[in-house]
C-alpha cells in the first residue's frame, strides 16, 4: 500500500504540472486499491515483480521514456526498460531491495536510485556504497524523506466542512495496510478500536479506510481518499494515529503529533528511530495502549510540548517538488 500511495502521489502531482504526459500503472489485481487507479492500468495476478515475461512485454508494448520501480522489479524488467531507451528510477524502502540496487548489474542501468525515508532512519550510505558510487556511470542517489502535495487552504476548508471539524480539534486515525503482515492480520480493525475508545472519551476523531467497530457520536468514518485530501486533514489534526511506514514520515514533515503502531516487520525499528529522534510516540498493536498514549498527547502538557519542539525543529521535509522535477528532467530528457 506505502508504494502504491506514493506513486500515486507522485504521478498525481506530475499530471498536475505536465497534463500531456502519459502516465501508466502496473499493480496487483489482488490489491484493494487495483481497480480504483485513477490512470490507465495494466493489472497482474501478482506484483509485477513476479510477472517478468508479462512486464518485458508491456515495455516494450508502451516504449515509455521513463520507468519508475518503486520497490519492486527484476533485473530482466529493469534491462528491458533500458533498451527501450527509457530512463530509470528505483526507489528501494527496504535493505534487500537497497541491496539490489547496489549491484553493478543494476547500477549500471538506473538514473537515480531513491532511498525512501530520511538517512537517520533508513541508515547512511555504507563505505561500499559510497565506493560504488564512484564507478563510471553510477546513479544519483537521494533520500527521499516524504512526498506530499503543497497546502491547499481552500481544500483544507471543504475537509473541515465535510467532516465537522475544526483545524487542532480532532484526531486524525489512518490504519493504512493494504495486505495483512504476519503476526498483524487484525491491525487495521484494532488501530480501528483505538479511535473507537478516543472518539468514546469525548475527541472528534476521523477514521480513514476502515469500518468502524461500532457508532460514537464523535467517530467519523472516510473512505480512502486522495493524498491532497489526506494531506490537508494531517495538517490540521491535533493528533495522528498511523502505522510505521510512509503515513509516519507525512505526519512528521508536517510536524504533527503521531502515534506509530506497527503492523509490519520492517516498522518497529522505523517507530523506534522516530522515537529515539524525539518526533514521534509508539505504541503497541493494542486498542487500549493506541488510546491510551494519543489521550496523553492531546492533552496539554510536557509531554505534547516537547514533541511539538522536535517537530519544529526536524529536519525531515516534503520531497515532493525535488522528486517532481526530477521525473520531469529525467522524461524529457529520454524524449529528446
Not at 43 to 48: D, E, I, K, N, Q
Not at 213 to 220: F, G, K
Not at 231 to 256: F, K, M, Y
Not at 331 to 336: L, Y
Request: aromatic share 4%; hydrophobic share 45%.
Amino acid at each position: 500500500m506505502g508504494e502504491y500511495a506514493r506513486s500515486l502521489a507522485l504521478a498525481t502531482a506530475v499530471r498536475a504540472r505536465r497534463p500531456q504526459i502519459d502516465i501508466h500503472f502496473v499493480v496487483s489485481q489482488a490489491a484493494p486499491y487495483a481497480a480504483d487507479t485513477p490512470f490507465p492500468t495494466t493489472r497482474l495476478p501478482r506484483s509485477p515483480t513476479f510477472h517478468t515475461v508479462e512486464m518485458v512485454e508491456l515495455i516494450q508494448q508502451l516504449r515509455p521514456t521513463l520507468v519508475v520501480f518503486d520497490n519492486a522489479g527484476r533485473t530482466a524488467q529493469l534491462h528491458a526498460a533500458s533498451k527501450c531507451g527509457a530512463r530509470i528510477i528505483y526507489i528501494s524502502s527496504r535493505p534487500r531491495q537497497r541491496r539490489k540496487a547496489f549491484r553493478l548489474r543494476w547500477m549500471r542501468v538506473l538514473d537515480e536510485h531513491w532511498i525512501a525515508y530520511p538517512e537517520f532512519i533508513a541508515g547512511g550510505l555504507g563505505i561500499a556504497e559510497r565506493l560504488k558510487l564512484r564507478l563510471p556511470h553510477a546513479p544519483r542517489v537521494r533520500f527521499l524523506d516524504a512526498v506530499l502535495p503543497p497546502a491547499d487552504a481552500a481544500l483544507a476548508a471543504q475537509m473541515m466542512s465535510k467532516f465537522d471539524v475544526r483545524p487542532e480539534g480532532y484526531v486524525l486515525v489512518v490504519p493504512g495496510g493494504g495486505t495483512d503482515h504476519p503476526g498483524a492480520e487484525d491491525a487495521p480493525h484494532t488501530v480501528a478500536q483505538a479511535a473507537h475508545r478516543i472518539a468514546e472519551a469525548g475527541h472528534p476523531t476521523v477514521l480513514v479506510g476502515v469500518p468502524p467497530p461500532a457508532q460514537s457520536t464523535n467517530l467519523r468514518p472516510a473512505p480512502r481518499m486522495p493524498m491532497a485530501q489526506l494531506a490537508e486533514l494531517i495538517r490540521g489534526a491535533r493528533v495522528v494515529i498511523s502505522n510505521g511506514g510512509d503515513t509516519l514520515l507525512q505526519v512528521i514533515a508536517c510536524a504533527r503529533p503521531c502515534v506509530a503502531v506497527p503492523i509490519a516487520g520492517d516498522q518497529p525499528h522505523r517507530i523506534s528511530q522516530c522515537e529515539r529522534a524525539g518526533l514521534a510516540a509508539g505504541a503497541r498493536l493494542d486498542a487500549a495502549d493506541i488510546a491510551r498514549t494519543a489521550l496523553s498527547l492531546l492533552a496539554e502538557g510536557p509531554a505534547r510540548e516537547q514533541l511539538l519542539r522536535r517537530l519544529k525543529s526536524s529536519s525531515v521535509a516534503n520531497a515532493m517538488d525535488t522528486a517532481v522535477s526530477t521525473i520531469e528532467r529525467l522524461a524529457a530528457r529520454s524524449a529528446v
